[in-house]
């Protein structure tokens, strides 16, 4: 009898660990008692081969009984052991440096290692002499070990568990986590009293019985803290459960999750006030009645029970309505439990309605844009992709409009980054009340920068031309930004599905391919793909290609453009204009190469040699015995921005030995409307040189005319828009009269461009404009053209 109840007792402990592995969420923790609890198993299991001699030989007996102490003698390590798993794995507390040298893996190891020691020793005569046989007329005889000269090496087992017991204690007092403190505490107290209990074996007359009651107590200890802080950490329960129902009922009803319990017949045992209050009901109302007892239906969802023989803890996420309609998110463990009367399945339910909705936020941040809110490029590849084969099933067209902002860099450059953005949203806005207001299947998106797109659906040419002009009309109006007026245009390339590709990608590209079109020619459009703009895309990439090469093989080459001055009738200054010609692709434009320049950032090394060659040239003029005159040189705002422009200006100067009197920087308002402080300081340093600034292209830009008194400029450019055909302009010359106006009273001189008619040129003689430029006073010509038709006749 005691060999099968022995035996019984063996097995707990090891089933038990088994359980704790499926149920513990903690990997870590649930591995380590499982290890404990199987050794104590291997101890019981040793003790019960004691109680074999009907079974066995004496001689077998003593083999299994030495080959089963590693049970018993392992068990400190292992305490050990959890005490490391909790205190590094479970716990971020820092237990100081002196604790951290004690509780760590290699000591772990170490205490393994002299245990193993201990355990080898146990098979010799030294560590184990003999076992014999104590019969009892009262009690079944079992073997008893007689241990030799090295058995106090068994005792040290002892000093190692007080360690370990000593170490749990410390992580006790350190931690901060109520959960992992409250089982750590207990079950060291249960498992000291166990291990202090079952080294009562060592005692004949206890008939061997110690170890089972201390196995049995473990494995009970172990599984009903284990599983006690299982539904503390899972179900955020505060406080531990009390024997006392009615203490029970009072502490989950504080609970805010919904928690009830259901028998096999569908009775319910359990539910407490948040659960009740879920459904309009009391506890009372619930308790002990079945779902067809109650008067207000609780949801199938509730009412469905688990129960199968695994003992498996069953977890889902379930959307409900409340009593009064409102839909919640539940995230419901039930955990079957068996007790002595009967099967239940206990259920604890929390609300994720605020992380559900959470996630749905963070589900619509990643397909809109953080900034305007529009759909993003994500949601709209997405998007692309199912318009088309829904335009495939339903055998419609599909347009794609592909927009972009023109001069958005420029106006993020000058004004900054900040008034690019508040403008990006109200065109957003914008571009949304457009749509809004034509009612059709259409969507706009913003795919980065400044870039946008349109998704039209079940369209015709002639709606999808509409749409463009709507979308070109918004643009008309200046766009207020705190307290700038922002003129922008847009440029739109449009692609066709399924006449421009039948599928996303080239349907995308060919509707860039139109956008870079539109841009080609005066922007502010719209464009439909056609196959003839892929041979001028093609120009375009060509045109880069051979534009890094340029400089190297001596392509370009200076004009030079007269300027009149109106007062004296003579050529008073020239401007210098860039011109290439290539190899393969002819005379290329300046419009059409100075762009590219710009993106490819070849404009620095371009500009540099149009500075020195523009001043090499004067100079040559001047050494020639030809009277002097300024040279006018265009800046680009990549140029003005570059941190060294000071010293390339001073540097070229000082090479050319030209007088920078002679010198005439163009920059464009969109540099001068940038309120920095390196802005002028740039400015005051290029004035100290020598060189005089101007404004070039002026009145086409920023309504703000405040950096006029704050920089030190001395010319005005006007622009060429502005004086052609002046003379049968009224507007344009009210414009023009303004200017000449504030530039006489900043003490600024003007040139007028774009003087192409003598019309124009007898218009500016009747005002205070001091000097002209354009085609009917000059063509841009070469160096030796110029001097020619111009320098010989002074």
Known sequence: MNLIISTLIAVIPILIGFLLLKILREKKLSRTLFLFLFLASVWQFDVTVLYAYSFLSKESIDFWFRLLRIGSIMLSPALFHIAYSIGKEMITDNLGIAWNLLINKYVVFLFYFWSLIVYLLGWGKEGIEDIILIESDKHASFYFPIYGAHSWAFHSNVALFIVGVIACVVLILEMKNDEYRSFLFFFIIAITIGYAFGMLNIIPETMLYPSGIAVVFFAISTFVLSLRLHVQVVNKMNQALDNQRSFLQKLIDLNPNYIYAKNQDGIY???????????????KDIIGKSDEDVEKKIPEYFSKTEFDNTDNVYATEEEIRDVRGNKKWLKTYKIPVQTAEESLVLGVSSDITELKEQEDKIRNLAYHDSLTQLPNRRLFDEDLNQAIKAAEKRDKQLALLYMDLDGFKNINDTLGHDIGDLLLIEISSLLQSVIDELKRQVRVYRIGGDEFTFIFQECSIQSVSNLAHHILDTFKKPIVVEKYSLYITPSIGISIYPDNGEHSIKLMKHADAAMYAVKEKNKNGFEFYTPEINKSLHRKMTIEKQLRMALENNEFKLNFQPQLNLRSKEISGVEALIRWNNNELGNVTPGEFISLAEETNLILPIGKWILREACLQNKKWQEQGLPPLKIAVNISMKQFNEHNFIESVSQILNETKLDPKYLELEITEGIAIM??????????????????????????????????????????????SFITGISNNKENAAIVKCILSLAQHLFLDVVAEGVETKADLDFLLQTTCKYAQGYYIGHPMSADTFERKFLSMK
Do not use: C, M, R
Request: aromatic share 12%.
């Open 269 to 283: 045992t359990l539910a407490n006030k948040a659960f009740a209050d879920l459904h309009g009901l009391d506890s």
């Open 675 to 720: 309120d920095h402080t390196f802005t002028i300081e740039k400015l005051h340093e290029l004035k100290n040189l020598g060189v005089k600034i101007s404004i070039d292209d002026f009145g086409t830009g920023y309504s703000s005319f405040g950096y006029l008194q704050k920089y030190p400029i001395n010319i005005l450019k006007i622009d060429k």
